[in-house]
């Protein structure tokens, strides 16, 4: 029997995200993955929201994204565009980079941690005690391990093995996909349009070759039913009277719009995260990012339990924190889908929704929730800014988010207070006391704010309030675990680099 400290079922965007995060903290990690190879040509998502993008740069790991990915300044609320372009964010845009590729890159940097990728090994059965999981592989092998975390997909074996529900709304319509070569595309990169029988879009993936996606809101497909070009191909002339001359498939794939969300995110020593705890239609891309953002959140929590510097009670916030926001992204779809049907009574609301969008603040509101900028987790106490993201400031030694790329939370101390170092004393091996300074038009009206490692917000002292000491050692202790020996580290930062742009 193999041991580790944690095992993850599942390769995808989710479950190699967590591996970072936890190789990152010094977790043993072993990833189950059932397929044997990599996906190199199947891409279900195919974009990266801002605070993905930010998560990633507080990791130091973006540039590698940017790269390879290619920015639009808007996303869209069912199909109605959202301009990012006046964000509050060093990102305002989205970045189109296809699944395969956000997989090959996470895989490269788990694999420079030391996380071990196992492949061709599916989970098939598990059981789990006071001390550990000993998960079972269909090749007769066990594995024993002290955590086992779910990234295997919305038919998770693992979520059912935990007898975990899953409920929700059944599918009420029928989408395609197609990766395909195009003898006569639309102008644009991007074409989508309503039409009688359903709804399509055209998008330009590369030279050559289009994503293509058909809805029918007359059709709810059977699970069995063949996904061939030829079916695509009579979507599209069903749909959009042409099939823009669609020929050599790279890859072909068929969902529908179930929305449906686990009803715990743990069952002792098994969690769940990404596709295994959600899944909704992919309207406005944002599968993926929730489930990197899932992984975010675990990975800090699951490495400080393991480790032992926190009680386990540390991994219920995840299911409280994440929960409600899948929750969100599911009401969102659901009704971005019920928007996209073709009848006179949608279409006048659409028509309604699309001027109300014109008003800044509804644009920002939807472009918030769709990119995930605006979540704020519960937390104790009344500043508006305590639950929320940190904005990547930037301080005369380096930048905010640069401070978190070791994954450790960060007490910013940016007016002088020296009590802070005696405050911090107990918790040194888990959080870096950072003093610095803000850089010309970047203040935020704070002297000090605990950061945990996902970036947000644990507590604040603003510019000229007598800080309450009591108040942020309940919040080392919540999120940290109990105090320790040991002495405050003081870190300096290089300076900021240049602000990425779009091309």
Same mark, same amino acid.
């Given at each position: ?29 072993l %990833? ?8 190199? %040509? ?6 990266l ?13 973006? *540039? ?6 290619? $920015? ?10 959202? =301009? ?11 970045l !189109? ?5 956000v997989e ?8 420079? +941690? ?6 061709? &090994? ?6 789990? =005690?006071?001390?550990?999981?000993t998960?079972?592989?269909? =090749?007769?092998?066990r ?8 990234? *295997?997909?919305?038919?998770s074996?693992?979520?059912?093995? &935990? ?43 590369g ?14 497909a059977?699970?069995?039913?063949p ?26 794939? #068929?969902h ?18 990404g596709?295994?705890a959600? %899944? ?14 899932d ?9 400080? /339990? ?5 009680q ?12 409600? /926001? ?23 609301? #659409? ?23 605006d ?6 106490g ?10 990547? +400031? ?5 930048r905010?988010?640069? !401070? ?9 101390? !940016? ?5 802070? *170092? ?15 300074? $803000? ?7 704070? =002297? ?6 996902d ?6 002292t603003?510019a ?8 942020? #050692? ?9 105090a ?6 003081v ?7 240049a602000?990425?742009?779009? *091309?």
């Amino acid at each position: 029997m193999t041991d580790t400290q944690v095992v993850i079922a599942g390769a995808g965007p989710t479950g190699l995200m967590l591996a970072c995060e936890l190789g990152l903290a010094g977790i043993d990690v072993l %990833v189950l993955e059932r397929l044997p190879e990599p996906r190199t %040509v199947e891409s279900r998502a195919g974009g990266l929201h801002i605070r993905t993008m930010e998560v990633l740069d507080q990791r130091g790991l973006l *540039d590698g994204f940017l790269e390879r990915g290619r $920015p639009r300044q808007d996303v869209h609320f069912s199909g109605l565009g959202l =301009d990012l372009s006046d964000m509050a964010t060093r990102y305002p845009y989205a970045l !189109l980079i296809l699944q395969a590729e956000v997989e090959r890159l996470l895989e490269e940097r788990a694999a420079q +941690l030391g996380v071990r990728l196992r492949r061709g &090994a599916e989970v098939t059965g598990f059981t789990q =005690d006071e001390t550990g999981v000993t998960v079972e592989l269909a =090749d007769g092998s066990r594995v024993r391990a002290d955590y086992l975390v779910g990234c *295997d997909g919305g038919r998770s074996t693992v979520r059912g093995l &935990a007898g975990i529900e899953f409920p929700g709304t059944p599918a009420t319509m029928t989408a395609m996909l197609g990766d395909v070569e195009l003898a006569e595309p639309p102008g644009a990169d991007i074409f989508q349009e309503r039409r009688e029988h359903g709804r399509f879009s055209v998008l330009s993936y590369g030279p050559g070759w289009y994503r293509v996606l058909t809805n029918e809101f007359d059709h709810v497909a059977g699970r069995d039913e063949p996904v061939t070009l030829e079916t695509l191909r009579k979507a599209m002339l069903k749909i959009a009277g042409t099939d823009f001359g669609m020929h050599s498939p790279r890859w072909l794939s #068929r969902h529908g719009d179930a929305a449906r969300q686990a009803d715990r995110y743990r069952v002792g020593r098994v969690l769940l995260a990404g596709d295994a705890a959600h %899944v909704h239609f992919p309207a406005g891309g944002q599968g993926l990012n929730t489930g990197v953002q899932d992984a975010v959140n675990l990975g800090w929590k699951l490495a400080a /339990v393991v480790r032992g510097h926190a009680q386990d009670l540390l991994l219920d916030t995840y299911h409280a924190e994440r929960h409600p /926001v899948a929750a969100r992204v599911l009401h969102n779809t659901r009704a971005q889908t019920a928007l996209w049907r073709v009848d006179d009574h949608t279409s006048a609301l #659409r028509q309604i929704l699309d001027d109300l969008i014109g008003i800044d603040e509804v644009r920002l509101r939807l472009a918030g929730m769709i990119t995930a900028t605006d979540l704020q987790y519960p937390m104790e106490g009344t500043d508006d800014l305590l639950g929320r993201r940190i904005p990547d +400031l930037d301080l005369d030694r380096g930048r905010v988010y640069e !401070l978190l790329h070791r994954a450790h939370a960060v007490l910013l101390d !940016l007016g002088g207070l020296p009590p802070l *170092d005696s405050v911090v004393t107990g918790w040194a091996d888990r959080v870096d006391l950072v003093r610095a300074r $803000p850089a010309e038009g970047s203040d935020l009206g704070v =002297d000090a704010v605990f950061i945990r490692p996902d970036g947000h917000v644990a507590w604040v002292t603003r510019a000229g309030e007598r800080p309450d000491f009591d108040a942020l #050692r309940t919040a080392l202790t919540t999120w940290l675990g109990p105090a320790g020996l040991g002495g405050a580290h003081v870190h300096h930062r290089p300076a900021p680099r240049a602000t990425p742009t779009p *091309d």
